[in-house]
């Protein structure tokens, strides 16, 4: 399993930005698709984004698409999330995920990557 550090959460205003990191260690990153998800308070943990393990093709979810980007800095075995125009439904913990065969499709249990999670909170 490879280890997964969020950070970069925090209390924000609705309409603002973020960028969320994931360090990654204890594994070969290149071999991974890595995968950022969320979880609201009394909702089910949902699918955000994902990044093949060449940076080559991203997927989104259709709630973010168009407002979020995530991309991977193979240098720092990071993936980022950049998080713009911020809502208040955007309001979760954020979790990393790491795979090598994860896909839009895996299900959650899964995924045996998983980091602690960075809350984001959207106020309006």
């Known amino acids: 399993h490879v280890h997964l550090v969020e950070s970069g959460g925090g209390f924000v205003q609705a309409g603002d930005s973020l960028r969320l990191s994931c360090a990654a260690s204890g594994g070969p990153f290149c071999s991974y698709n890595m995968g950022w998800f969320r979880q609201a308070r009394v909702k089910d943990r949902e699918f955000v984004a994902i990044i093949e393990n060449d940076g080559g093709s991203t997927a989104y979810a259709d709630y973010v698409k168009g407002r979020f980007t995530i991309t991977r800095d193979k240098a720092k075995n990071t993936v980022y999330l950049h998080m713009n125009t911020l809502k208040t439904e955007d309001t979760a913990i954020y979790y990393c995920?790491?795979?090598?065969?994860?896909?839009?499709?895996?299900?959650?249990?899964?995924?045996?990557?998983w980091g602690r999670g960075t809350q984001v909170t959207v106020s309006s």
């Open positions: 995920a790491a795979g090598r065969s994860l896909t839009v499709s895996t299900p959650l249990s899964a995924i045996d990557s």
